[in-house]
């Protein structure tokens, strides 16, 4: 239906031009008299074009969103278009840092994370300021949802949607082992995990070989060991990663590898596959963003609950959060039409903020309708949202890039067993303290 109203929308767009484009046949001049000159033809409107690149490929939940969201806008203003370039979220990650670097050959809008991921971008003075054009848009996009896009307090992004860590689980297998609900302990999730092993079905799936993928089960296992404020003052260099909290998440983490808690396929896996596989009922938990709310609601066949993954220290609430405002689009400071640009920006923004909680993609940046009938995942997500006691941005967004790199080696480290806990935070508080 959606992509049958985008066409819609474009082709209005289109006949809407040709008509203004054409003008009624010239009446006849009396005979006695010489015809009339006809007059010379007004020049064509000459078509402006806007760049966006987004990693809005055709397997993100915010693909169509995108489509229809442009669409929309192009038919708002005859003339102009908007160019869509997708990639790849790590390989988009590689190609947006590379043309910041250099300055060549920049989009006009383009996708990005907030803190450390956009604010790179912002140092390097590749990005427009758009405090003056967010006047207009206040009353329906909170200053609150705005603090990762800001830099000594302005505004460089507009943020479209939020997203949490969400552990995704089958409850048609977790029943089959005797579990009617996510387990509410870490020691109840262990025994969860061991019952599972036992009657030959994988607990987790995750894509091995995509570092952010296992970013997403090591980070709540550390938030819920030390809490929100030390995770944050760890990433902005204010406390030691040497600590025992982190110490005992790395133990957990490695201690559930080492039960074979995670598919044995794991690293030759993409985060896609991972994904289908526990949509085909091939694995009992998923952990990752909440905007796969969309993709598993409306594909998985049996009962689906999302939940959050219990604390490893009782001091720490349960609803301590990975996550945030954070899916933002940005105009770049060499656009030769920043105006138009940034009315794309927050114009795309405020439908795709709308079109993806409907269609349950994720969580809304922007006012949102109350009313909205939307699936048991999202409602999932925004109870979650609503409890947070804390909500720290992914760690590969909050850090810088070259930080990010670090950090997610590290990671991987852990994953592959190459460093001990111990090795793990002495090495972070080294390269990263």
């Not at 860590?165 to 609900?181: F, K, P, Q, R, S």
Request: aromatic residues 10%; glycine residues 6%.
């Amino acid at each position: 239906m959606k992509k049958i109203l985008a066409l819609a929308l474009a082709l209005v767009m289109v006949l809407g031009m040709a008509a203004c484009g054409q003008s009624a046949a010239p009446a006849a001049a009396p005979a006695a008299e010489p015809a009339a000159a006809e007059p010379a033809a007004e020049p064509a409107a000459e078509e402006t074009v806007l760049t966006l690149w987004s990693i809005a490929t055709e397997s993100d939940s915010s693909h169509q969103a995108f489509i229809d969201a442009i669409a929309a806008f192009e038919a708002a203003h005859p003339g102009v278009k908007i160019e869509h370039v997708t990639t790849e979220n790590e390989a988009y990650k590689t190609k947006i840092k590379a043309a910041m670097s250099s300055g060549e050959g920049l989009p006009d809008i383009f996708f990005t994370w907030g803190m450390g991921f956009l604010g790179e971008f912002v140092n390097a003075g590749r990005v427009y300021c758009v405090d003056k054009e967010y006047e207009a848009y206040k009353s329906e996009l909170p200053e609150a949802m705005t603090v990762n896009v800001r830099y000594d307090n302005k505004m460089y992004g507009v943020p479209y949607t939020m997203s949490l860590i969400t552990l995704y689980a089958n409850m048609d297998m977790l029943a089959e082992v005797g579990y009617t609900d996510i387990p509410a302990t870490y020691e109840d999730m262990m025994a969860c995990c061991d019952a599972l092993v036992a009657a030959g079905k994988i607990p987790f799936g995750v894509a091995g070989k995509e570092k952010w993928c296992l970013s997403e089960y090591l980070e709540p296992l550390v938030i819920k060991s030390v809490g929100g404020q030390k995770l944050r003052d760890m990433y902005n260099g204010e406390a030691s990663w040497n600590d025992p909290d982190v110490v005992a998440a790395i133990d957990a983490f490695q201690s559930m590898i080492n039960k074979g808690y995670f598919d044995p396929s794991a690293n030759a896996l993409s985060n896609d596959e991972v994904k289908n596989n526990f949509i085909a009922g091939k694995t009992a938990f998923y952990q990752n963003g909440s905007w796969n709310n969309k993709d598993i609601g409306e594909q998985a066949q049996f009962a689906v609950k999302a939940g959050t993954f219990p604390v490893l220290n009782d001091a720490i609430p349960l609803y301590s959060m990975i996550g945030g405002p954070n899916n933002t689009l940005a105009v770049t400071e060499s656009c030769k039409n920043k105006e138009l640009a940034t009315e794309a920006a927050f114009e795309l923004a405020k439908f795709m903020s709308d079109a993806d909680y409907k269609s349950g993609a994720n969580l809304p940046c922007w006012a949102a309708d109350p009313n909205a009938d939307v699936n048991e995942l999202i409602q999932a997500a925004a109870d979650m949202a609503s409890k947070a006691a804390d909500m720290v941005l992914f760690g590969d967004n909050f850090l810088t890039a070259d930080a990010a790199n670090t950090y997610l080696d590290y990671i991987e480290m852990a994953w592959s067993g190459d460093v001990t806990p111990t090795e793990y935070v002495e090495g972070l508080d080294a390269d990263l303290g």
